[in-house]
């Protein structure tokens, strides 16, 4: 019986493109949403970077390409290629929605987005605990993206990946405007009460 959708592809295929319109769907059927997406940050044609915004619109930086990062004034540096990441500034949009999440008014569950688990991410002590916590918690069907293998296996993503409650769909250019409708079944079956 699977309770959580993690959908996963190659960089750039669309994930969150099908996340966010898999969350419209939801809510527009009353289901209660929250979470964050990482969307692209860019300057004409050029992506600069990356924010997490929350299902309500608030926003921050997640990581930007050297040259716009400012200074980290003596903190520990953490960079993916040639972005560097504000963990500060993802943690302080993040964190809270997972402290929220439990709280599920009159027993309904809640649909609970995590885009993404992924190498940025994962600088966040703070950030995995609360994954892990989210999964291993009754009280919603998360509905995340993990990235495809490449290299080095990241621990929380493989832990994701090896769950037996987690539906694992993987976005490709072929399916990703067809998939929509079977990643909503899932979740709306993941949502029923288990008896």
């Known amino acids: 019986m699977f309770k959580h959708v993690f959908l996963t592809g190659p960089p750039g295929v669309g994930k969150t493109t099908v996340v966010q319109k898999a969350c419209e769907a939801l809510m527009s059927s009353g289901v209660g949403v929250e979470g964050f997406y990482t969307e692209e940050v860019r300057e004409g044609s050029r992506r600069v970077?990356?924010?997490?915004?929350?299902?309500t619109g608030e926003r921050g930086q997640l990581s930007r390409i050297r040259d716009l990062a400012g200074s980290s004034?003596?903190?520990?540096?953490?960079?993916?290629?040639?972005?560097?990441?504000?963990?500060?500034?993802?943690?302080?949009?993040?964190?809270?929605?997972?402290?929220?999440?439990?709280?599920?008014?009159?027993?309904?569950r809640k649909v609970f987005v995590i885009d993404e688990i992924g190498k940025m991410e994962l600088f966040?002590?703070?950030?995995?605990?609360?994954?892990?916590?989210?999964?291993?918690?009754?009280?919603?069907?998360?509905?995340?993206?993990?990235?495809i293998p490449k290299g080095k296996p990241l621990g929380l993503v493989e832990?994701?990946?090896?769950?037996?409650?987690?539906?694992i769909f993987t976005v490709s250019k072929e399916?990703?405007?067809?998939?929509?409708?079977d990643i909503l079944s899932t979740v709306q079956t993941c949502l029923q009460p288990s008896t």
Do not use: M, W
């Open 73 to 108: 004034h003596g903190r520990q540096e953490h960079t993916v290629g040639q972005y560097v990441v504000d963990l500060p500034s993802f943690e302080n949009v993040a964190l809270p929605l997972f402290r929220d999440v439990g709280s599920a008014e009159g027993g309904s």
């Open 124 to 147: 966040s002590q703070p950030f995995i605990r609360a994954v892990r916590h989210t999964l291993d918690s009754s009280s919603c069907t998360v509905l995340g993206t993990i990235p």
């Open 175 to 181: 399916n990703r405007n067809t998939i929509l409708q």
């Open 159 to 167: 832990e994701v990946r090896s769950r037996r409650d987690v539906k």
């Open 49 to 55: 970077g990356f924010d997490v915004v929350t299902v």
